[in-house]
């Protein structure tokens, strides 16, 4: 089983897609007896290769959002210690951080 072949989600195997299906259209029949197997194969392993390069990217995104994260959460302690004595500051929880790494807000904007 694979993924919907559709060429503008999978721009590295486009050319892989292009003939499994035109295979797949000239030999309506034997696509059933092994006919376009080859091109499947290679399909799988393009997949498989896209596959891993997403994931490597994605990964290295999530170690930059987790370090963005770290860096908040010890501004907004930084900040909570400070203005501890003032008792009109709300706390900062972890939806306000969150929207600060998404929406690249300053902390300190964020402050009640």
Do not use: W
Request: net charge positive.
């Amino acid at each position: 089983m694979h993924p919907p072949l559709t060429l503008h989600r999978h721009p590295m195997c486009a050319e892989i897609i292009e003939l499994f299906q035109k295979c797949h259209n000239e030999h309506p029949y034997g696509k059933f007896f092994g006919e376009c197997t080859d091109l499947k194969i290679k399909l799988d392993k393009c997949f498989r290769q896209e596959k891993a390069v997403k994931r490597k990217a994605n990964f290295e995104e999530s170690k930059k959002l987790k370090e963005r994260l770290q860096a908040y959460r010890k501004e907004a302690a930084a900040a909570e210690t400070e203005n501890s004595l003032d008792s009109s500051m709300c706390p900062l929880n972890i939806l306000v951080i969150l929207k600060a790494l998404f929406y690249n807000v300053n902390l300190s904007d964020e402050i009640c």
